[in-house]
């Protein structure tokens, strides 16, 4: 009985030892804190910050180097710095454009800025080989169509600024779009595809007889593709001969040799993996449907006998261009336009970039 009194004495006291108060608690948290705090979070928040620094200063040297000041380097970098690769606001039109879009909705002050910077970047005009990214892209006097309430009237690109696209319309409508009606505006651009945009007009007013409506940028730009593929812009030699008539395939192994004086001298102006325009300094007289047989050499490689058909005829007295749908056409002829087009648009983009 002592010795159970004894050892119930003893229990009670190690329960009175052994409880933490508060203090001992907090102090507990406190500790542990304290060390996620300067062995994790610390060094973590340290290498973060020289890394945002160190390519703060690889954005300024390279921004240097393109010829921008510090003023205009600290306003490109509030837009850049929110990209993986921040440098890429340098040689990405399409990215510069997005960011000179919501450098300009921030504030209109930042427009002369935006201006200096893009002719720096030499972004003031895009490539014909390149898609367009935005209404910016669009060349001053493009014509096209703005429709509205479901009628379409010829229309053309009047002025452009930072700010909005003003686009004249040229055909007499019994009424015009007002401030907050939607409007489209489509767009063929030469060997690229048709564009179109839809957008809610600003603002209206005559100028000459003519109404303007001012629109804002967009960057969401719709694109339909032009044929199978993008024609590419070359300039080959090419002989020709016209059949004057539909020739099908099978006919070509029964057709004799033909004389080569009856073949015209012409350029191929584009070219894709399914057509060319070929076009004659001179007035060449054929339809549409007609069939003729089509020789060049482009880059070391060789395409004789290739069967065409004639799909439209474009020129004057002085000058005629076909555009031709290929109907005999070797397998490996289509891979090898491909595989040269390709590589004819891997070396613009180069020298594209290399001139920046």
Not at 35 to 49: H, M, Q
Request: charged share 30%.
């Amino acid at each position: 009985m002592k010795y159970q009194r004894g050892f119930e004495a003893l229990k009670e006291a190690s329960r009175y030892v052994f409880q933490p108060d508060l203090r001992d608690v907090l102090l507990v948290l406190f500790g542990f804190v304290a060390s996620v705090l300067v062995l994790i979070v610390l060094p973590y928040t340290i290498s973060k910050y020289l890394a945002s620094r160190s390519a703060r200063r690889g954005f300024e040297v390279a921004g240097k180097q393109m010829g921008l000041n510090e003023e205009e380097i600290a306003l490109l970098y509030r837009c850049a710095s929110t990209l993986e690769d921040q440098n890429k606001v340098f040689y990405s039109k399409y990215i510069f454009e997005r960011c000179a879009g919501k450098l300009v909705k921030e504030s209109s002050d930042n427009i002369p800025i935006i201006v200096s910077v893009r002719k720096k970047l030499k972004f003031e005009n895009l490539p014909w080989f390149l898609p367009l990214a935005t209404t910016r892209d669009i060349e001053l006097y493009q014509t096209g169509f703005i429709s509205y309430k479901g009628k379409s009237y010829g229309a053309a690109v009047w002025e452009k600024t930072e700010e909005d696209l003003k686009i004249a319309i040229l055909d007499r409508t019994p009424e015009f779009p007002q401030p907050g009606d939607r409007v489209k505006f489509s767009f063929l651009r030469e060997d690229d595809g048709r564009y179109y945009f839809e957008v809610e007009v600003l603002n209206t007013y005559l100028e000459g007889g003519k109404v303007i409506l001012v629109i804002p940028h967009t960057e969401k730009l719709s694109k339909v593709q032009l044929g199978d593929s993008i024609r590419w812009k070359v300039s080959i030699p090419a002989r020709v001969f016209f059949f004057n008539r539909k020739v099908q395939a099978e006919e070509l192994s029964l057709i004799e040799e033909l004389p080569e004086e009856s073949f015209l001298e012409g350029t191929i102006e584009n070219i894709s993996p399914g057509g060319v325009r070929v076009c004659f300094k001179r007035l060449v007289s054929a339809k549409e449907g007609d069939s003729l047989l089509l020789e060049f050499e482009w880059k070391r490689q060789l395409f004789k006998n290739i069967l065409a058909e004639i799909w439209h005829i474009t020129g004057s007295t002085d000058r005629t261009c076909f555009g031709l749908k290929f109907l005999a056409f070797k397998k490996d002829y289509e891979d090898t336009i491909r595989k040269l087009i390709i590589e004819e648009q891997r070396e613009a983009l180069r020298a594209y970039k290399m001139d920046r």
